[in-house]
């Protein structure tokens, strides 16, 4: 089938890639200049595992390309995806003034009919919105239907997830419009699930939701861990053992971050207020996040006790691993925290460095060429991100390194009996602290 996708960030360019990797003819838009420039040249602009591989070998099959114009795109297309950013505002709503804009692109340039589909994350009822835009701003009149198709790709392994999802979602009123996204998704032999678009919307907050709530509701189970001498990741096997339950995004950390948990849930907060429905159980879950974070900022002061002038390593600054995204991360939100308390930071990440040295927060932080490099005469070693590359570092060679062999990991890499055993005082979260004997 032929398909544009209007906005070629993350999700625009992720899934243009995968359905013309599934055989589709794909166009991708941006008003980015210089990015369509870029990708015309075979620059990809974010590190995704394995997208550049297949973006090449369909720009090379002649199934995907990249263009500046909405017009050519739309002319050139039965289906019109929107991924577009909707960025949080101040006030914790989303501006969706990006999906407005490109709707009334559409709309000038549509001149017969085809079928609209958001894939951006928005609020329930922006469907009915985007409908009656290009309804209004129609020159010529031509028929069009609105989809809602919501993603549901992770950072890191979006590929696999695109390509190999748990379930399709179509939202739509049209039986025409119901049928052509069917015969996109074919190849993907998934579930699908047709709804209404405002369930198909709700789904997407309410998944995001969930699971940052499960992350909370471990994190929470991890203060009292801590407080009782349990261990959290005892407790997370044995009740993930539970199918009801499962044990996917229950491990404890310092809490979720991201371009997207952090963003959707406050916008579903915010719709559900607008709604007259406040939803306070999620409001609980963003504060618990909040607090898992300080929680662990808590013990590192506690255990340091004046970070001015301290020398502290730290590993990992993406908010999560496998990506190069830094976005509402929560390793750089500490690094932030501990500059501005007076340490001397040395940072390693493992992908994330380029974007790191562009983050005003974290001006002042020496950025290594190594994990090994940053804990050179450090007095303590922060672990933020679980990178696999961290598991296969010389740890008796990191011991050397450091002046005080003090470790604060806050995503439980490491057991720490062996922490013990290799001399460090290890400090995780929701298991019990160790020292060296
Ligand atoms: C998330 C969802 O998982 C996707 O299904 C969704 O499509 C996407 O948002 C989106 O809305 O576009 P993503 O933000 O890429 O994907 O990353 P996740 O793997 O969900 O991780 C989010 C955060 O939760 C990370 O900071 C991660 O470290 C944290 N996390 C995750 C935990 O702290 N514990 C866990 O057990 C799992």
Same mark, same amino acid.
């Given at each position: 089938?032929?398909?544009?996708i ?16 599934v055989?589709?003819n ?8 210089g ?15 394995g ?24 002319d050139n ?16 709503d ?8 490109v709707?009334?692109?559409i ?21 009915e919105k ?46 025409? @419009? ?23 919307e ?26 009782s001498g ?7 096997d ?5 199918r ?6 229950l491990?404890?950390?310092?809490g ?29 879950v963003?504060r ?5 974070r ?8 506690e255990k340091l ?14 908010f999560?691993?496998d ?23 040395? @940072?390693?990440d ?9 983050v005003?927060?974290? @001006?002042?932080?020496k ?9 050179d ?5 922060v ?8 598991a296969n570092?010389?740890? @008796?060679?990191?011991k ?7 470790v604060?990991?806050?995503?439980n ?11 460090f ?13």
């Open positions: 089938m032929d398909l544009s209007i906005g070629s960030g993350y999700v625009g360019l992720v899934t243009g890639a995968c359905f013309a990797d055989g589709h794909v166009i991708c838009v941006d008003n980015d200049a990015k369509i420039e870029a990708l015309q040249a075979g620059k990809i602009p974010i590190y995704e595992p997208l550049e591989e297949v973006i090449h070998r369909n720009v090379s099959a002649h199934r995907l390309r990249f263009t500046g114009s909405v017009e050519e795109a739309v297309s039965q289906i019109v995806f929107i991924a577009v950013p909707t960025p949080q505002k101040p006030n914790g989303v501006d969706l003034s990006f999906i407005e804009k709707a009334r692109e709309a000038g340039v549509l001149k017969s009919y085809r079928v609209i589909v958001d894939k951006s994350t928005v609020p329930v009822k922006t469907g985007v409908a009656e835009s290009i309804k209004r701003y129609n020159r010529h009149g031509a028929k069009f239907d609105v989809v809602s198709n919501p993603e549901f790709l992770r950072e890191g392994c979006a590929i696999s997830d695109l390509m190999h999802p748990d379930r399709i979602v179509i939202g739509a009123e049209s039986e025409h @419009a119901i049928d052509l996204m069917k015969k996109i998704y074919e190849p993907f032999m998934a579930p699908i699930l047709v709804t209404d678009i405002n369930s198909a709700l789904i997407k907050h309410a998944a995001n939701s969930f699971l940052a709530l499960k992350i909370s509701y471990i994190n929470a189970v991890s203060a009292i861990c801590e407080a349990a261990d959290v990741e005892k407790v997370a044995g009740i993930g053992m539970d009801r339950i499962g044990r996917n995004f491990d404890a950390g310092i979720y971050g991201g371009s997207c948990f952090p963003k959707d849930i406050s916008a579903f907060i915010t719709i559900s207020e607008q709604l007259g429905v406040p939803f306070n159980l999620i409001k609980e963003q618990i996040n909040v607090a898992q300080e929680r662990f900022l808590k013990t590192i002061r006790w004046v970070l001015r002038d301290k020398k502290i390593a730290v590993w990992g600054l993406t999560k691993p990506t190069d995204d830094l976005r509402s991360s929560v390793a750089v939100e500490l690094v932030a925290e501990m500059l501005r308390e007076g340490a001397q930071i040395s @940072a390693y493992p992908k994330g460095m380029e974007k790191a040295r562009e005003k927060t974290m @001006a002042g932080t950025f290594t060429s190594s994990a090994l490099e940053a804990t005469g450090a007095e303590a070693l672990i933020a991100t679980e990178w696999d590359e961290f570092v010389d740890l @008796a060679m990191v050397e390194r450091m002046t005080t062999p003090i604060f990991d806050g995503r890499m490491f057991n720490p009996e062996t922490m013990r055993q290799l001399g005082h290890y400090h995780s979260i929701g298991r019990a602290s160790v020292v060296p004997r």
